[in-house]
């Protein structure tokens, strides 16, 4: 196993069905899979998030999840799970 994946973390998108993000949850990659409680209408989904790892402060963990989530939307085809990914949003 690389450093790097090592270092990798895992981020869940709690979204609306317009795609917009109302939480991230980040976690080690090899970390037991966090459960989190959904409300009627949002919906969760695994997306890559890029220049995130543990070896980040964590100070500057929350800042890049602040920033995917202020600037970015779950794109999630109702019937194609595996090709969920984050788009930017339009303002």
Do not use: C, K, W
Not at 15 to 22: F, P, V, W
Request: glycine share 2%.
């Amino acid at each position: 196993m690389t450093v790097e994946e090592r270092n990798s973390m895992r981020v869940l998108a709690v979204h609306d069905s317009a795609g917009q993000i109302i939480s991230l949850v980040a976690s080690p990659e090899d970390a037991p899979t966090v459960s989190v409680e959904l409300r009627a209408g949002e919906y969760m989904h695994a997306v890559d998030v890029s220049e995130l790892s543990l070896d980040m402060e964590e100070s500057r963990i929350y800042e890049r999840l602040a920033e995917v989530a202020e600037n970015f939307r779950v794109d999630a085809p109702e019937a194609a799970v595996s090709e969920v990914q984050l788009i930017p949003r339009n303002r």
